[in-house]
């Protein structure tokens, strides 16, 4: 079993408290039960990375990427993260 590292979960609080505005539109309607009334966390930590929104009961993880994930640097780290996330079964 994975355990999380104090500092990604120091990270994962960080992130929530500064959500973007389509995250915080996103999790208001996740947490009201919007989709199939699956329980999903936000800014939970797997592994090395920390997903934006994730129901582990359906191994189900959305990413909400900005201007951001716009850099060359920024697409090839999420396309490392999609292949880890991959390999857990999400």
Not at 54 to 63: G, H, K, L, T
Request: contains cysteine.
């Amino acid at each position: 079993s994975d355990v999380t590292p104090q500092y990604k979960i120091e990270l994962a609080r960080q992130l929530r408290k500064r959500q973007t505005p389509s995250e915080a539109r996103l999790w208001s309607h996740l947490r009201r039960g919007g989709m199939n009334n699956l329980p999903f966390r936000r800014q939970h930590p797997i592994g090395r990375f920390v997903a934006d929104f994730c129901c582990d009961s359906a191994r189900f993880v959305i990413e909400i990427d900005g201007k951001y994930h716009e850099t060359p640097e920024q697409q090839e780290n999420d396309t490392e993260r999609a292949a880890h996330l991959t390999g857990r079964g999400y």
